[in-house]
């Protein structure tokens, strides 16, 4: 699905993406491969960001959320490593646990908040 928002939920285990745009919204799960001991750290977040990445593909703006830092590596890694994703993410948000229905709810209030700004001059 090609949309213009996404908010995507993550925290070290796994993600929730969700693309919305008026009418429709299509979610996503995406599990870290974090399972196998022998594999680094880093390489598992880089395998767990790559997937995100890839869900995130053709998306215009994207608000992070979650509880922990994981939402903020994972911005800056879509700086170091898919420059496109990195420039469509507008704001990391903490949150904690919520539904996939609540996330589109905050995220929709987020994006006509950002929206109006946009759209007024004097914000710029």
Known sequence: MST???????????AH???FDREHTEAQRIKSRSHHKH???AEDLG???TDIAQAL?????????????VRN?????????H????????DSVAADHPT?????????????KFDNMAADPSMA
Do not use: I
Not at 57 to 69: I, K, Q, Y
Not at 83 to 90: C, E, H, P, T
């Open 73 to 81: 590596q994972f911005r800056d890694w879509c700086a170091k490593h």
């Open 57 to 69: 593909s053709n998306t215009r703006e994207v608000l992070l959320a979650g509880p922990g830092l």
């Open 4 to 14: 213009f928002h996404a908010v995507v939920w993550l925290d070290q285990s796994e």
């Open 39 to 41: 594999q680094g750290k």
């Open 100 to 112: 996939d229905a609540q996330l589109v709810a905050m995220a929709r209030q987020y994006f006509k």
């Open 17 to 19: 993406v969700v693309m």
């Open 83 to 90: 420059a496109a994703v990195a420039d469509a993410v507008v």
């Open 47 to 49: 395998l767990f960001f």
